[in-house]
Structure formats: C-alpha cells, structure tokens
C-alpha cells in the first residue's frame, strides 16, 4: 500500500469545515483512489468537457474533480496528493486536450440548460488542482511548462459566463506557476513581447 488505510486522530477543523463531518474523517488513500480513477477516466472526462458526449454524469465528475482540488490545497493533511507529480501530469493533459479540441472563448454566450454547467465546471476544477500542486512546488511548476501548460492557462485569462471565476483562478494558477521561477516568467515575458499578452494581464500575473 502507498500509505496506511488506518484513519489517525480526529479530523482537523480545516479539514470538517471543506468536507464535512463524514467525508473529513476519510483515509488519505481514498483520495489517492479518486486520483488514480480520475487518470483511468482520463478520455471521458475530456469528451464530457468538450460535449462529446452527454452530459449525464457530470455533476460526478465535476464533484470527484472539486474534492481533488480540495484536498490539493491542504498539503499538510495531504501532501502525498500534492506532491504526486504523475498526477499533476494527468491534470495538465487532460486540460491541454480539452482547450486542444474546444478553445474557450472569450466572453461566450452562456447556456441556460442546467446540465451544461456540469461540463464547464470540468476546466475551472482542473486549473485550482494545477495551481494547488504547483504552489512552493519548483519541479511541479517547471512540468507544467515543460507541458506547454503556461500558455493554456493564460488563454483561461477570460470572461466566460459559462466558467464562472474561470479568470481569476487561471491568473492565481499563473501567479504560483511563476513565482521564483525565472524561466516560466520568461515565456510570459517573451509572449508579452509577441503581443500575445497583455500589459494588463502580464501585470496580474506579476510580471513586468
């Protein structure tokens, strides 16, 4: 076993406050489980993102995908999840794909159906699991560009009314993807350059 399914302690008030009284006493390894689901998932979740498919399920996957990046986030409490690099790989591609097959696009016209929110959720819960595992995480941070993943979350800086909050969680991922990392700024720098980002936005970001 990667780690002891034995349950140690109560759970932390940090922890009962995002998940709850049940779900806050649950063993790390399930999370580690819902990880490696979401890798064995990984074409289903980027056909539902990109409407290849129906939208019956989402609302599951979107659940799975919001308590990963949860539990991302508390890397005291889950740091075997945080720091699980083939993972963050996992997350990455799976967004570079859906962005690949579907670019978001600026300031879409939202759908009223109710389901469709299921699918749009998809993007907004991978970015929080990327900027989670990359924040203070150096070999972290150079993967995702290795992956060519600083430029798919940059084109996230966005208004989508169908993606709420998707801007501001892309510029908090970009921040931790480039904070004291001097070659990642550099490729913000150089598309700055290029006219492919904004003055506005490189400023966001934290880069002059």
Not at 12 to 39: D, N, R, W, Y
Not at 92 to 112: A, C, G, H, Q, T
Not at 183 to 199: D, H, P, R, W
Request: glycine share 8%; net charge neutral; hydrophobic share 40%.
């Amino acid at each position: 076993a990667v780690v002891s399914t034995q349950s140690t302690g109560s759970p932390s008030p940090m922890k009962k406050e995002l998940f709850g009284e049940i779900e806050s006493a649950v063993p790390v390894t399930t999370f580690l489980f819902l990880a490696k689901t979401m890798a064995h998932n990984r074409q289903h979740i980027i056909d539902m993102a990109t409407g290849k498919e129906g939208v019956e399920g989402s609302a599951v996957t979107v659940r799975i995908l919001h308590l990963l990046a949860n539990v991302t986030g508390l890397f005291e409490q889950y740091d075997r999840i945080a720091a699980n690099t083939p993972f963050l790989e996992c997350a990455m591609k799976i967004l570079n794909e859906i962005n690949s097959v579907e670019p978001i696009k600026f300031d879409r016209e939202k759908y009223e159906a109710g389901p469709e929110g299921g699918k749009f959720a998809i993007r907004k819960e991978l970015i929080r699991i990327i900027s989670n595992m990359c924040c203070k995480r150096r070999n972290h941070q150079d993967k995702v560009r290795h992956l060519g993943g600083i430029q798919t979350i940059l084109s996230h800086c966005i208004l989508d009314g169908n993606n709420p909050y998707i801007m501001e969680w892309s510029i908090f991922a970009l921040r931790m993807l480039l904070e004291g990392n001097e070659e990642n700024q550099e490729i913000v720098k150089g598309l700055k350059a290029l006219g492919k980002v904004s003055e506005l936005d490189a400023r966001k970001i934290g880069v002059s």
